[in-house]
């Protein structure tokens, strides 16, 4: 039987375990042999019971709705991604995103990484002209041994 979970890091597609003896969503004669996480978004999923049929149906239309326009850039692309943004978290709202989108987004996480180091190497930087000061020149003090 059909199901709706709340949120939860899975994506579309996603197979879980089937429940024992339960029948198929399409079919009521016939035994799910899988879970499928279906309509996700940040309130939840639904949660579809699928025989063998199913299973191979909805793959066949899988392929067929990977290729659209990318949901980030709206540029068509034949090859989408689901996808969350890691800014909104891991139960977050799904994407259909092209996968260079997805590159261009793990350069940002890379780039914030780094620029967070710099700036903790800035800091100690400022501690070291500090230091400076006090490395002063002792020949004024040479002078009093006369
Ligand atoms: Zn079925
Ligand atoms: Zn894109």
Not at 36 to 58: A, H
Not at 76 to 81: A, C, D, G, K, N
């Amino acid at each position: 039987m059909a199901d709706v979970i709340g949120p939860n890091s899975y994506l579309p597609g996603r197979r879980l375990k089937p429940l024992l003896g339960v029948m198929c969503d399409e079919h009521p004669t016939v035994l799910s042999v899988t879970r499928v996480v279906g309509e996700t978004d940040s309130y939840g999923s639904e949660i579809n019971d699928l025989c063998q049929e199913c299973v191979d149906l909805m793959d066949e239309q899988i392929k067929e709705t990977s290729s659209g326009n990318c949901d980030w850039c709206k540029n068509h692309s034949p090859e989408l991604v689901k996808h969350r943004d890691y800014e909104e978290g891991s139960t977050g709202p799904v994407y259909d995103v092209c996968a260079a989108c997805i590159s261009k987004e793990n350069d940002c996480i890379a780039e914030n990484y780094a620029s967070d180091l710099n700036q903790d190497s800035s800091s100690d930087l400022d501690d070291d002209q500090d230091n400076e000061i006090l490395d002063f020149d002792d020949s004024d003090i040479r002078q009093d041994d006369d």
